[in-house]
């Protein structure tokens, strides 16, 4: 198994994050997903391992699981992809948590 991928994302980006990761993971990422994980990351912080949420992320290209967790006091959103075996979906994952701490 590889390593995470590790980043942050500005947390108003989180949901275009999780629609694109999805979408290259095969997974059809709905307003239901949406309304589970932005009730679960309310309670969630980063210096806390114990605080982070995982979601799953099941598709038919890739199976990944999504941790997430809030920085307290602050806009950021803290995130490890697993699962992304291969290379193309690791650099797309690692690109996406660059561009949406971009902007």
Same mark, same amino acid.
Do not use: C, K
């Given at each position: 198994? =590889? %390593? &995470?991928?590790?980043?942050?994302?500005?947390?108003?980006?989180? @949901?275009? +994050?999780? %629609?694109?990761? &999805?979408? +290259?993971?095969?997974?059809?990422?709905?307003?239901?997903?949406?309304?589970?994980?932005?009730?679960?990351?309310?309670? =969630?912080?980063?210096?806390?391992?114990?605080?982070?949420?995982?979601?799953?992320?099941?598709?038919?290209?890739? =199976?990944?699981?999504? &941790?997430?967790? @809030?920085?307290?006091?602050?806009?950021?959103?803290?995130? @490890?992809?697993?699962?992304? %075996? !291969?290379? %193309?979906?690791?650099?797309? !994952?690692?690109?996406?948590?660059?561009?949406?701490?971009?902007?």
């Amino acid at each position: 198994m =590889t %390593e &995470s991928i590790d980043g942050w994302i500005w947390g108003r980006n989180l @949901r275009a +994050f999780l %629609e694109v990761l &999805s979408h +290259f993971a095969g997974y059809e990422f709905d307003d239901t997903d949406w309304r589970t994980i932005e009730a679960a990351v309310q309670d =969630t912080d980063d210096e806390n391992p114990d605080l982070w949420y995982a979601y799953p992320l099941v598709g038919v290209n890739a =199976t990944l699981e999504v &941790s997430l967790a @809030r920085a307290v006091g602050g806009e950021e959103m803290s995130i @490890r992809v697993a699962g992304a %075996e !291969a290379p %193309e979906l690791r650099l797309r !994952a690692d690109t996406l948590l660059s561009a949406f701490a971009a902007g």
